[in-house]
């Protein structure tokens, strides 16, 4: 059996989507609640007016899910951390923070997921997987890559992977023996050395202060 492909069946039950706006897809998100989604706190953000974009020309649309294709959902609330300036996210200390949490429009015909289980520990050494689409004609995430993690330190890992455009608020997740968890979403991708890397933001940080402000 391919390993990539055994990992990948582990990971079916995870729901990873996209973050839509006018149809065009701007970044990766990923349930953790049936209303509930992350995704990097730089996708809210128009590239050009560097202010916030308007949460109704926002969607999040899940890939398939046990074969049923999923509708492009509403955001009716997105929070971020108070730390997170969108200006200047090119300064290191701006990546631990660099994670939204999006509240979705409700959808009865969804499907319950399955409890999302996040890893806070060392990771160092650890074989990570990142959960992205290849293109985006894909209507299913996959593992697209494993990542050696180079730093695990200050709220943010630095990774040794492919990191693709489009690919920012996936999640990276650790293949462990309790089964796997995730540990991180992806905020970018830099040169560190010359070196291309990835830069994983922290979730463990973030979350219940962003659960707090919605």
């Known amino acids: 059996v391919n390993i990539q492909d055994a990992q990948t069946k582990r990971v079916s039950n995870l729901v990873v989507g996209r973050i839509i706006r006018e149809n065009n897809a701007l970044c990766t998100g990923f349930l953790i609640a049936p209303n509930l989604a992350l995704t990097a706190a730089h996708c809210l953000f128009d590239t050009i007016l560097n ?64 409890p999302v289980h996040f890893s806070s520990g060392n990771l160092k050494g650890n074989p990570v997987g990142l959960i992205a689409f290849a293109n985006t004609d894909d209507s299913v995430a996959q593992v697209q890559d494993f990542c050696d993690i ?44 010359g070196q291309a890397v990835a830069i994983g933001a922290s979730i463990m940080d973030s979350i219940d202060a962003l659960k707090r402000q919605i």
């Open 51 to 114: 202010r916030p974009i308007p949460k109704n020309e926002l969607g999040f649309k899940a890939g398939h899910h046990n074969g049923d294709a999923s509708q492009n959902r509403k955001i009716e609330n997105a929070a971020i951390p108070d730390e997170y300036e969108y200006t200047a996210q090119g300064r290191i200390d701006q990546l631990r923070y660099d994670v939204a949490l999006l509240q979705l429009q409700k959808d009865p015909t969804e499907p319950e997921i399955a």
């Open 150 to 193: 180079k730093s695990d330190q200050n709220g943010f890992l630095i990774l040794l992977c492919d990191a693709q455009l489009g690919f920012s608020g996936a999640p990276l997740v650790n293949f462990g023996p309790s089964g796997v968890k995730i540990v991180s979403l992806l905020s970018g991708k830099a040169l560190l050395n």
